[in-house]
Nanobody, 118 residues
Framework: QVQLVESGGGLVQPGGSLRLSCAAS????????MGWYRQAPGKERELVAR???????KYADSVKGRFTISRDSAKNTVSLQMNSLKPEDTAVYYC????????????WGQGTQVTVSS
């Protein structure tokens, strides 16, 4: 079991920045991958960025060069630095954790709203 608590969402103008953080209830060394997904109204949930315990990182094409995911294993946190935000980044952002053994299991935070608007 993994509990995840997100923080850092809010309202920002286009071109602005926000930083999301997610705290896990167990050691990050025991979590195989952590990441961020988002869901906009009327759309499916989509991957934003993901980082594995081996530090392999994947970004959605739409955020490459603007968003940076990082993981602090000492603090059991994963963060998402979002720069050059666009209105189309508006969504509820969810923190995710994956455990691969014995079978792949996904855990989710409660979500945090990010709104990009002037």
């Amino acid at each position: 079991q993994v509990q995840l608590v997100e923080s850092g969402g809010g309202l920002v103008q286009p071109g602005g920045s926000l930083r999301l953080s997610c705290a896990a209830s167990r050691s990050a060394f025991s979590i195989d991958a952590m990441g961020w997904y988002r869901q906009a109204p009327g759309k499916e949930r989509e991957l934003v960025a993901r980082i594995t315990r081996g530090m392999f990182i994947k970004y959605a094409d739409s955020v490459k060069g603007r968003f940076t995911i990082s993981r602090d294993s000492a603090k059991n946190t994963v963060s998402l630095q979002m720069n050059s935000l666009k209105p189309e980044d508006t969504a509820v952002y969810y923190c995710n954790a994956e455990l691969w053994v014995p079978t792949t299991t996904y855990y989710w935070g409660q979500g945090t709203q990010v709104t990009v608007s002037s």
